[in-house]
């Protein structure tokens, strides 16, 4: 298992629970940016910048995902990409996106841009809360026991 992040909106806090959870598994964790950033020395963890551009990112992930990896994203449409591939994706809120969900998840990610693109005030995320963390952590350890 290989363990993919869109990096670019990332919180801070997952990615420090996924240098840990590198190290303490030995697996590899690959963090893909339009802009350089700090990972802590390890031979599990590596950097990749992409350019800048749409969705580089998520192109260079999609490109390289293999069945059994795990992609952290809030990407909606890598996500479904990542699961049509036989591989796991988890947002950094700890949603797990699966067969069984992403679909709707997919709709109704494309409703909601729909309504934004007619001048509708859809709001944004909720702001990234410590109950989120926690809930990303507990699922990322239920992943990883699994594997």
Not at 3 to 16: F, M, S
Not at 22 to 47: E, K, Y
Not at 121 to 144: I, V, Y
Request: charge should be neutral.
């Amino acid at each position: 298992m290989h363990i993919w992040v869109d990096a670019d909106a990332c919180p801070g806090a997952i990615k420090e629970i996924l240098f840990r959870a590198a190290g303490r598994t030995g697996l590899p964790l690959t963090l893909v940016a339009n802009q350089a950033l700090r990972v802590p020395p390890s031979p599990h963890i590596r950097m990749v910048q992409v350019p800048g551009g749409f969705d580089e990112a998520d192109k260079y992930i999609a490109a390289r995902v293999a069945a059994g990896d795990l992609v952290i994203t809030a990407d909606i449409p890598l996500a479904a990409e990542v699961v049509a591939r036989d591989a796991q994706a988890l947002s950094p809120r700890g949603e797990a996106y699966g067969k069984e969900n992403i679909r709707e998840l997919l709709d109704l990610r494309n409703f909601m841009d729909t309504l934004r693109g007619t001048g509708v005030d859809t709001g944004g995320p909720a702001a990234f809360s410590q109950a989120d963390r926690q809930a990303f952590a507990n699922r990322l350890d239920r992943l990883l026991a699994r594997r």
